[in-house]
């Protein structure tokens, strides 16, 4: 069925309780979203959220999602599938790359190579490789060609895949476009200050008109210790990752406002499933029976969310409501441990992303009481796939946002034989992955995925934590989407004077 021209931004929620009429005024918007700086401004060169958070500015997809999780066009306009293995494109007419560059279907057909080619290195290559290939129709029409029906496809496209610029890269090479990137985005990349911030300017010619809203955007990267001070002080306008201890100190200033949103947003973990005591699954049962939720949910997220029973979330396509958490029972564990050979409990190695730091400090106290002693190295999010590549650990915590809005990305990066972040794998698992993925019809494809988040469950296949509500920090003068997957889009955000 051909998809129709949905609306390109539908109303934009407001963090403001009341906007009152005032003149926009043209300043740039200065952002905290993390700690450290990115390795590479090459979408295709790192896997991490706070990467595509902020090379979503700069680059646009054929579509992507809105701020409540919707399929909505970008550089495409229209598409249907036409075959089961093939989708049509309409692009978008008139769109240059900030250089200049023209964007066409040529554009369409680099950029769906670049992602596939191994020589790219692409860490995200699994999550992308149902595509085989991407045919040039005419100038402004071009067919993606995926190995087998994928009803998965928009999403990962919406999510994962961005276009690029042929001619530039051709021409510059890949060392300098990872420093010097170019798109057709919102906003401009001007200026990268090595451990400080990246600097964008607006887009004065972004095919959607009157966006962006605010002159530049600047990324700034700060010590979680020293980011409300930041805020506070006026040299950032918005925190995206507010500590819940902060609350109360920045809602005492004036100029400043807080708001929360529940979001595609969970602490998955990954076990070693193919060896060791992690392969038996009463030893992951017991795993989730020694965590208190509750107390996850208190003191590491300060109330700011909530415990799920399984690696999706309500409100995700592809969640199984019926699912309940497994409570918290040390008795209950120590029995499941005891049933698996493992009375005297075991030593795990785990490697934390740094986001993850007071989750694993609580987990590791929960598993102590069990017997169950982990051994923790902490890395920063760039970091964190060269460490699971290692071989060395066991278990892999760290937050992680569901970028394509579907129960399938966190499902796959923590349990699929082929993830990067993946350690050991179920062969039963990945067959269930492969069979819901190619469901086109969306009936079929929920009752698919649902029976997945099941299997998922019953197994303990991983420690299932909480759904994380997002608090974010801002200037009461700043109107600003906040998005359900956690990683936002700028392009909307604007101040409107009342500060």
């Known amino acids: 069925m051909k998809k129709p021209c949905f609306p390109l931004l539908r109303p934009i929620l407001l963090l ?7 003149a ?28 595509y958070t902020l090379c979503w500015q700069i680059f646009d997809g054929l579509v992507r999602f809105d701020p409540d999780g919707r399929i909505e066009p970008a550089l495409a306009v229209s598409w249907e599938r036409i075959e089961p293995t093939r989708m049509r494109f309409k692009l978008r007419e008139g769109v240059r790359f900030h250089n200049g560059e023209p964007f066409d279907a040529a554009s ?64 510059k ?40 809203k605010v002159e530049g955007l600047t990324f700034k990267f700060i010590p979680y210790e020293k980011q409300v001070q930041a805020l506070l002080s006026g040299d950032v306008d918005l925190l995206t990752d507010l500590p819940g201890t902060q609350t109360l100190r920045v809602m005492a200033s004036p100029r400043l406002a807080v708001t929360k949103k529940p979001t595609f947003y969970t602490m998955p973990v990954a ?22 939720k509750e107390s996850l949910v208190r003191y590491d997220l300060l109330g700011n969310g909530k415990a799920i029973a399984t690696l999706s979330m309500p409100g995700e396509a592809g969640h199984n409501p019926l699912l309940r958490p497994y409570g918290y029972d040390i008795e209950k564990a120590r029995r499941l441990l005891e049933k698996a050979g493992y009375s005297k409990g075991f030593t795990l190695h785990v490697v934390i992303k740094k986001n993850a730091e007071r989750a694993a400090k609580i987990m590791k106290a929960n598993f102590g009481a ?20 290692s071989g060395k650990y066991d278990m892999i915590m760290g937050s992680s946002p569901d ?20 350690v050991g794998g179920d062969l039963d698992f990945d067959s269930l992955l492969a069979k819901m993925v190619a ?52 392009l909307s955000a604007e101040f409107t004077g009342r500060e």
């Open 16 to 22: 403001l309780a009341v906007s009152l009429p005032c």
């Open 24 to 51: 926009v005024s043209a300043r740039v918007l200065n952002v905290c979203d993390d700690v450290a700086e990115p390795l590479t401004l090459d979408p295709l060169k790192q896997f991490s959220d706070k990467n």
């Open 108 to 171: 369409v057909k680099f950029s769906i190579e670049r992602h596939l080619d191994p020589a790219t290195g692409f860490p995200g290559l699994y999550f992308v490789d149902s595509m085989d290939h991407a045919e040039i129709v005419d100038r402004s029409t071009v067919d993606i060609v995926t190995k087998y029906p994928d009803g998965l496809l928009l999403n990962r496209l919406a999510g994962l895949v961005l276009m690029l610029p042929p001619e530039y890269i051709k021409t």
């Open 173 to 212: 090479g890949g060392e300098y476009f990872a420093r010097n990137p170019v798109g057709t985005g919102a906003f401009v990349f001007r200026k990268w200050e090595k451990n400080s911030y990246v600097q964008l300017t607006a887009n004065k010619n972004y095919w959607l008109k009157g966006f962006p």
């Open 271 to 292: 076990l070693n499933l193919s060896s060791g005591p992690l392969s038996n699954v009463d030893v992951r049962k017991a795993l989730n029976y020694a965590v208190d």
């Open 370 to 389: 069990i017997g169950v002693k982990l051994v923790t190295t902490t890395v920063p999010d760039s970091n964190l796939i060269d460490a699971v590549r």
């Open 403 to 422: 970028p394509m809005c579907h129960a399938y990305f966190i499902q796959a990066i923590v349990l699929a034989s082929k993830s990067p972040f993946a």
């Open 439 to 490: 469901a086109v019809d969306p009936e079929q494809s929920k009752r698919l995925a649902e029976e997945i988040d099941a299997y998922v469950h019953e197994n303990a296949m991983s420690i299932f934590t909480y759904q994380k509500n997002m608090v974010y920090a801002y200037n009461k003068g700043l109107s600003f989407s906040p998005y359900v997957s956690g990683m936002p889009y700028f």
